[in-house]
């Protein structure tokens, strides 16, 4: 079973920077394709990154081209969203998801809160 726990989320100033960390368990790590999604209030989950099974190819969404990356430590079963250049519009609950194919559904963990304000 496709276990993620997110960590990281904070409050913190527009243009600083934070580093999320997803802590993956319960299946092949490398096998699977890995995402993060965010969900501001009132809106619907976006996908803003994932990176394909081992990491062949990165998709960052418009919103947060060249502000957020995504790697992964295969030691650690980790994934890392490091965003820069924060915005108010960042602010949301992010959520590290994984996907065997393509296609297929996205497992989601529960979470982490990060708000963007002064």
């Known amino acids: 079973e496709v276990q993620l726990v997110e960590s990281g989320g904070a409050l913190v100033q527009p243009g600083g920077s934070l580093r999320l960390s997803c802590l993956a368990s319960g299946f092949t790590f490398d096998d699977y394709a890995i995402g993060w999604f965010r969900q501001a209030p009132g809106k619907e989950r976006e996908e803003i990154l994932c990176t394909s099974r081992r990491d062949r190819d990165t998709y960052p969404g418009d919103s947060v081209k060249g502000r957020f990356a995504i790697s992964r430590d295969k030691t650690m079963k980790k994934v890392y969203l490091q965003m820069n250049s924060l915005k108010p519009e960042d602010t949301a609950v992010y959520y590290c998801?994984?996907?065997?194919?393509?296609?297929?559904?996205?497992?989601y963990g529960q979470g982490t809160q990060v708000t963007v304000s002064s």
């Open positions: 998801a994984a996907r065997l194919a393509a296609l297929a559904p996205w497992s």
